[in-house]
T-cell receptor
Framework: NAGVMQNPRHLVRRRGQEARLRCSPM?????VYWYRQLPEEGLKFMVY????????ESGMPKERFSAEFPKEGPSILRIQQVVRGDSAAYFC???????????????FGPGTRLTVT | SQQGEEDPQALSIQEGENATMNCSYK?????LQWYRQNSGRGLVHLIL?????REKHSGRLRVTLDTSKKSSSLLITASRAADTASYFCASNAGGTSYGKLTFGQGTILTVHP
């Protein structure tokens, strides 16, 4: 059973370009979380999605950032018009359930390291 | 200030010694989790302790939780060079029905052979 997959693992963008980060959850998981880790810091929650629904986007910057998790295919975190401050590692995690203790168990992907030049 | 602050920020020990890391949080929790991150890599889940639990063991790991002080500690016994990594606590806020986590700043552990 493959784990959470993220691609690309490394992404370099110039200021003003768009960045698209993909996350394929574990097989059977329909809940995805995105976190951002700035250099030398812990992870910060960005958004929680279920298939075709954004449940909690309280950690998403108000502008330029968007996320989706379509019925088919991976979850996408999209950053428009990137700036140097967007340089960070972006992690996604998936979980299986919304009921019972298992809903708190998350499995993290290896992350995408975004560098904005 | 942020939920999930950790202490110390960095810890350097010799192989075979024990390592203790502390974490504080600010709101009520459903559970608290500890993760390890090797340099430049993803996160590995170590252990989850629920709000009604006080202590939990997993191999060489021992986690305690004191909800009255809103604090937790992670003890790694008989450390090994391979334990060198960053360790993060992450809390799941009380009343949250899903797994949203608030991470601490982390403790960088270096174990010297």
């Amino acid at each position: 059973n493959a784990g959470v997959m993220q691609n690309p693992r490394h992404l370099v963008r110039r200021r003003g370009q768009e960045a698209r980060l993909r996350c394929s959850p574990m097989k059977g998981h329909s809940h995805v979380y995105w976190y951002r880790q700035l250099p030398e810091e812990g992870l910060k929650f960005m958004v929680y999605l279920q298939k075709e629904n954004i449940i909690d986007e309280s950690g998403m910057p108000k502008e330029r950032f968007s996320a989706e998790f379509p019925k088919e295919g991976p979850s996408i975190l999209r950053i428009q018009q990137v700036v140097r401050g967007d340089s960070a590692a972006y992690f996604c995690a998936s979980s299986l359930r919304t009921q019972g203790p298992s809903r708190y168990e998350q499995y993290f992907g290896p992350g995408t390291r975004l560098t904005v030049t | 200030s942020q939920q999930g602050e950790e202490d110390p920020q960095a810890l350097s020990i010799q192989e075979g010694e024990n390592a203790t890391m502390n974490c504080s949080y600010k709101t009520s929790i459903n559970n608290l989790q500890w993760y390890r991150q090797n340099s430049g890599r993803g996160l590995v889940h170590l252990i989850l302790i629920r709000s009604n639990e006080r202590e939990k063991h997993s191999g060489r790991l021992r986690v305690t939780l004191d909800t009255s002080k809103k604090s937790s500690s992670l003890l790694i016994t008989a450390s090994r060079a391979a334990d060198t990594a960053s360790y993060f606590c992450a809390s799941n806020a009380g009343g949250t029905s899903y797994g949203k986590l608030t991470f601490g700043q982390g403790t960088i552990l270096t174990v010297h052979p």
